[in-house]
């Protein structure tokens, strides 16, 4: 946590924290996929296929950022 004022380092952070929700959501949907049946509710359906969507929606979004921000870090020679 010692250079989290970069861009580049808040956006890393933001991806890892994506993925963690993403992968949260796996066990699971391994288990729904397992067994052809939701067996843990209505409000854990809910909440695992938010996670799911908001895991991969935002990891997308973060790896678009990053690829711009280094995109203009390289194009107009920006200190990173």
């Known amino acids: 946590f010692e250079k989290l004022t970069t861009v580049t380092n808040i956006l890393l952070l ?3 924290l994506s993925s963690m929700i993403f992968m949260s959501s796996l066990p699971f949907m391994a288990v729904y996929m397992q067994l052809s049946n939701w067996i843990f509710g209505t409000v ?18 973060f790896l678009t ?4 921000d280094r ?10």
């Open 44 to 61: 854990i359906c809910k909440i695992v296929g938010g996670m799911y969507y908001l895991g991969i929606y935002s990891s997308v979004l």
């Open 14 to 16: 933001n991806l890892i």
């Open 65 to 68: 950022l990053l690829t711009f």
């Open 71 to 80: 995109h203009l870090a390289v194009v107009y020679s920006l200190s990173a």
